[in-house]
């Protein structure tokens, strides 16, 4: 936890009491985090930072909290956004796996946990959860299947996908280097899908642009690959101002 000087606190409070006052109260705010995903042929990858802050203040709460989620042995979620709604879907989310646990005998596969938390965030779209979602495994014929949402719950399975604070800055590396888009003839990602290897270290190299240019982009990158044999960590430093 960052220590905030008194004198910090008081103009704090004061301009939460003037919004307050004008009408401006919001139940939302932003506590950072960045996540990306690659699917791949026999693989798929999701990586988030490690910085936990308050975007609109840059007070850093955390240094070493993952945005990612493992809810069965073979599936990871990532989501970020505002902390709190964050904790209370994933929470809602390891219940929901459970008891389908409970129910069928087994764990359920990619397919249904993004099926489930599509649902879970449409019923809640009049007032939604302000996260957004990335869920990570692998399909029925074991290639990597990579779903992304909005936080009112429309997904989409991508080959590739930035989400959070940062993804501004990550999406055009994610569109040149594995879209190959305005790379002229150069073949595109149904072509030319990237190794798993290759994968670990673009993603790497991301984060490291990431954390030059965004305040709450930042410590620490944690990147997990699901393969056919379980999930693979790799943990790198990143700059922590």
């Known amino acids: 936890m960052s220590f905030i000087p008194f004198e910090l606190k008081q103009e704090l409070v004061a301009k939460d009491t003037m919004e307050h006052a004008r009408g401006g109260?919001?139940?939302?705010s932003m506590n950072g985090g960045t996540l990306l995903g690659i699917a791949g042929n026999d693989y798929c990858l999701v990586a988030s930072d490690t910085r936990l802050c308050e975007a609109d203040y840059y007070m850093i709460y955390s240094r070493r909290h993952p945005h990612i989620w493992q809810m069965t042995p073979s599936v990871l979620v990532g989501g970020v956004g505002f902390q709190g709604d964050c904790l209370t879907f994933m929470k809602m989310m390891q219940t929901k796996v459970k008891l389908y646990?409970?129910?069928?005998?087994?764990?359920p596969d990619t397919s249904a946990i993004a099926q489930m938390i599509s649902i879970a965030l449409y019923n809640r779209r009049f007032f939604p959860y302000y996260v957004y979602n990335m869920v990570a495994g692998l399909d029925a014929e074991g290639r990597g299947a990579l779903y992304t949402y909005d936080p009112v719950g429309n997904v989409e399975r991508a080959l590739y996908r930035a989400e959070g604070n940062a993804s501004a800055i990550l999406q055009p590396f994610l569109d040149n280097q594995i879209g190959r888009k305005n790379q002229g003839d150069v073949a595109g990602p149904g072509d030319l899908a990237l190794p798993k290897e290759d994968a670990v270290k673009l993603a790497h190299d991301i984060f490291i642009s990431a954390a030059e240019r965004d305040i709450c982009c930042g410590d620490g990158v944690v990147i997990q690959v699901v393969t056919a044999a379980g999930v693979e960590n790799y943990n790198y430093q990143l700059r922590k101002d």
Not at 25 to 28: D, K, T
Not at 101 to 107: H, L
């Open 25 to 28: 109260f919001s139940p939302y």
């Open 101 to 107: 646990q409970y129910e069928f005998g087994r764990s």
